[in-house]
Nanobody, 123 residues
Framework: QVQLVESGGGLVQAGGSLRLSCAASRRTFQTGAMGWFRQAPGKEREFVAAISWSGGTYYADSVKGRFTISRDNANDKVYLQMNSLKPEDTAVYYC?????????????????WGQGTQVTVSS
């Protein structure tokens, strides 16, 4: 069974940092590229970052230079290090996996999703 489980969300002050983790079942992880998306109240789900099996990365302009995506293929985990957080980063963050190996920035390209973890940044 394919599973993605996020953790690491919480409440942080503006300027602070959080590290999100996504634990994937072996079957999921071997499918290829992984991504992080987020959804704020009343807004559509938006792309944050993605990483290919080989480690290539791509970021949304809004987080470039502040967030870093990485993966640990040996332990089936993906991470999102978030620094210099802003109140507008407040959202539920979702881990996603796709069967394709290339990076994708659209939600429809991803086949599997986690349940989400809340990130709240206070001003």
């Amino acid at each position: 069974q394919v599973q993605l489980v996020e953790s690491g969300g919480g409440l942080v002050q503006a300027g602070g940092s959080l590290r999100l983790s996504c634990a994937a079942s072996r079957r999921t992880f071997q499918t290829g590229a992984m991504g992080w998306f987020r959804q704020a109240p009343g807004k559509e789900r938006e792309f944050v970052a993605a990483i290919s099996w080989s480690g290539g990365t791509y970021y949304a302009d809004s987080v470039k230079g502040r967030f870093t995506i990485s993966r640990d293929n040996a332990n089936d985990k993906v991470y999102l290090q978030m620094n210099s957080l802003k109140p507008e980063d407040t959202a539920v963050y979702y881990c996603a996996a796709r069967t394709g190996t290339g990076i994708a920035a659209t939600a429809s390209a991803y086949n599997y999703w986690g349940q989400g973890t809340q990130v709240t940044v206070s001003s």
